[in-house]
């Protein structure tokens, strides 16, 4: 069996693993419902196996790209955490870790484009992929919109620029994305 996953890059998965891992400290200290527990440890459960089946499982290990998926993706670990702690709204752990969360975010796709740009090019279930999680970006700045709007003193600065950042990011794949799209050819990003 071959798993068409060769185009995803492992970093940018680990990067996402410790995303949600500091953005959800809070299940272990404030309990809110059970249906938001069992949720959030099912997210984190399928994010860390994505990362092991990467990095252990025989077959999927074997179709991993390693050879490209080179970024140095803890040299943005570093300025995220230490960015969390100038600029947060209120300085205690859980806030800190959940400020590092939305930095790390904001750059966690910049291995996975990296990762596209030095292959040139990607099959369709890799661009798919790409193009959800852009979506899903697309979607929270909706709902910010309507939050605004809806929601008196509804003022997130941190959350709405480090939100833009990784739309921003995400940009110049969906030019190229639509593009191909368009012209009803195979995506594939310029090197």
Known sequence: ??????????????????????????????????????????????????????????????????????????????????LAVLINEKFTFKEIMWTFSLYLEAVSILPQLVLLQRTGNTDNLTGQYIFLLGAYRALYIVNWIYRFFTEPNYLHWITWISGLVQ???????????????????????PA
């Open 1 to 82: 069996m071959i798993f068409p996953h060769a185009g995803i890059s492992l970093k940018t998965q680990e990067l996402y693993a410790l995303v949600f891992a500091s953005r959800y400290l809070y299940i272990f200290s404030d309990f809110i419902s059970l249906y938001n527990t069992v949720m959030k440890l099912i997210f984190l459960g399928t994010s860390f196996s994505i990362v092991w089946y990467m990095r252990y499982h025989k077959i999927v290990r074997k179709s991993y790209d390693k050879q490209h998926d080179t970024f140095r993706h803890y040299f943005l670990v570093i300025p995220c955490l230490i």
């Open 167 to 189: 739309t921003i990011l995400y940009a110049d794949f969906f030019y190229y994305y639509f593009l191909s799209w368009k012209n009803n050819v195979k995506f594939q990003l």
